[in-house]
């Protein structure tokens, strides 16, 4: 198996953290069967080698079941679909696992819009032997299988429940259950018609795509093997790119005249339907569907993908005829989890509210294109409000009420992307091993291609506590490899240590210290996706972590306190286990931990301008008043500070906006009220429509005013 | 094996060379040409500011254009490459420690910043930032 893609160890996302360690290793069959009912612990492998493309080739996708213990951290910006993230095992003993893709009705996953096919009645008896009421068995019911059921009725000893057709497994599983001193029988009767009916209508759309000499048992048989082939059990990936160049296609005749792509998609959706049962099933399964490189102009082949997989994580429509957001829209209000998209080689990319529009579409979105998305994580209007992106307020000389000037962007807590847990979980083990056992750490996680090497920045700024204390750095002077300090060539090529071997060797002669894994607010992580060179050559998915941190050091009779910043980046090997490429790890005097607590949103309401009574500014210390300016006014800066704060009308703020804007954008005043006003005087919005309308030629040069300075 | 030391070993020479020559016009610009900042990054950068995610290069100058005015000293950098195998150039990681006074404040805080650096492919002595992870650390 030569997935590019991390794996989670055992299967299921990393969750034991500092004390759990799982060992259990997926176990791979090479042929090529598509076994979606194994619990994912023994589960067969499709096709061998994930491939290093698109989106699904960076390996890490956004938000996944944190670790515990100190590395521990909630993933951010999972765009509320946490939930989606359960742990795809099944419970060994049966599935009455609490399921963790409850989700309050009317907020169900894929929205009222998606359909779930026919409704089956399902008949439930023996609740009248019980000391419970009918109501009291629905409500029950209702809390076991975390559905509602929206129409009921009661026939004489039986209550009928209208369950629609994909929820059905949902609900059977529950037969025979206890109820209040009883067992209740859980029956479908017509199950077998409803599904029948459907199998014909099905195969009539499967008969379609048959090319001319085959019969519709073969062309499923093919579509069946097609699917198997371009589904990675490890990565989660359903690959449909390029069907146009599928050996197996092509071999059976599916590209003669009478059978096209456009069939054949539907085609494949069905079997896909059929194949992956539940919508649990789907869940669990398939977390990425790749149809890149398809030559699709519009989603009329694909449509029912998004009744198929509507909760899909991330999706790859790369390098097809895409041109417009209309060809999108029957996929509007699908999707409401979809947190990576890529669109890249497709015409609409080059549309100027790309990313905005993207952004509308998809709520959950975190990732376009590979790229990270500039979304205010937590609560968009707020955050925008306050003035978190450029064009906002917060420059100019603003300063907090520490009197450090206000920046644009306020510090946040831990950035974490993280797919399965992979790198938390690699963090948490890393740690709480490092301190006890460095060869167990070397052995389960540097390969021969491992570097390692440390540096010393003896002149940090620290503390005031050690402001007057020696920092005794002799002993890491030896191994420091400080380029700013050393720039002859030998220097130049030293202290990089490769191999398990030589940086065990290292690891032993520098001091030794002890992290403290018991204070979570010691510890900083940023976590996120890249693409490094993996086994083979080919671009595969890593993962950045950068750690900052604290350990006291022992060196002989002397304990220090230290900083340190480590960066890890790590890929996986050619069996897909999590390894480090790269260790570089900075030493310096103890600098504390309130840097990277996330700074609190501004307190002051949208509104305050015209509650603030005149010339006293909200909550501001006295002699400060920058600090507290109403949030979405802006400053002007030639403006005496008192002033600013206490602009009046909405006209007025408009005016000052459009100002800033002008200077800050160097467009004309009319030019930057048109930005303004379409984007509903939102700064950050606004300057965002201009940086990409700029970067994309869309602004003529006489939109810019020739005495203001250009930003770019 | 004594031509994959070689290689090895020139390969993180021209990590410390190429991180060298980005230290020493990089904070500079940060400092005092902000105009050039988006010139350094590769369209498809990806950049963690303080726990911020920022879309790209672009996107960080203009995110970096409102900030107040800031003074970064780079106190000591280390890079290693991130892999051998590659012909010639090879991306690197760069970590960078140091630090930094915004506004009229005295005040020094200390940051701590990585980067990995990727080489222009027609040009592979020019690297381009493709990953940026920065933090105030003090």
Redesign the interface.
Known sequence: MNSTAFRPRGGGPSRGGITKRSTGRVRVDRDGDLDMDSPAGGARGGRGGGRGRGAFSRGGVPGSGPPRGPAADRPRGGGGSGAMRGNPRRDPVGTRAPRPTYQPPGRRPGGPHVNEGPTVEVRVEGWRESKGGADECISFLERKTKMTFKKTSKQGNTIILYVPLSKIGGILEWDNVQFASSHLRLTAPNLNNITSSIESRSNAIISQAAPKSRDTVDTIKTLEQVLANRYNIEAKILDLSKLGEDPLLKQNGFFELSSTTSKMFPALMQIADKRFQTAQQKRDTVHSVSLAYNSLKDLRAVTTLSVTFPDLKNLSLQGNLIEGWQALDSWRNRFKNLEQLVLMGNPLTRQPDYKQEAMRRFPALVMLDNVPLDRPAVKIGDEARRGAGPGASGMSGAVDEGGRPVMPLRTKGKFIQDDHGVAMGFLSTFFATYDNDKNAVLSQFYDSASTFSMSVNTSAPRVEAQQNTRQWWDPWIPISRNLKRNHSSGFMSARVFTGPDAIGHIWGEIPSFRHNLGNEELWSFDVWPIEVLGAGGIMVGGIMCCVHGEFEESNGDKFMKRSFDRTFILRPDANGAVKVGNDILVVRSYGGFESWKEEPEAPVPVQAPMAAPVGIPMAAPVGMPMAAAPVGMVQDPNMPQGQAAVAQTEQQQNMAKCFEFARRSGLKMEWAELCLTETGWNLEEGWTAFVQANAAGNIPQDAFDPNIPRPF | MANSNGS???H??LA??G??RF?ETYYPALNSDR?AL?SFYHP???I?????????G??F???F?????SHYD?????????????KGSC?F?L?V???VK????K????F?E?F?LKPVEVQPTRYLI??Q?F????
């Open positions: 090895k070993e020139s993180i020479r410390a060379e991180a060298k230290v105009t988006a498809a950068a990806s963690v500011w303080n726990g911020n995610p920022i879309a790209s672009e996107a100058a203009a995110f254009a409102s900030m107040p005015d780079v106190q000591s950098y280390d890079a290693q490459p991130m892999q051998f195998d590659v991306s990681v970590i420690s140091g630090s915004y506004g009229e404040l005040e020094q805080r200390g701590s990585t990995v493709s990953t992870g933090r105030l650390v003090v």
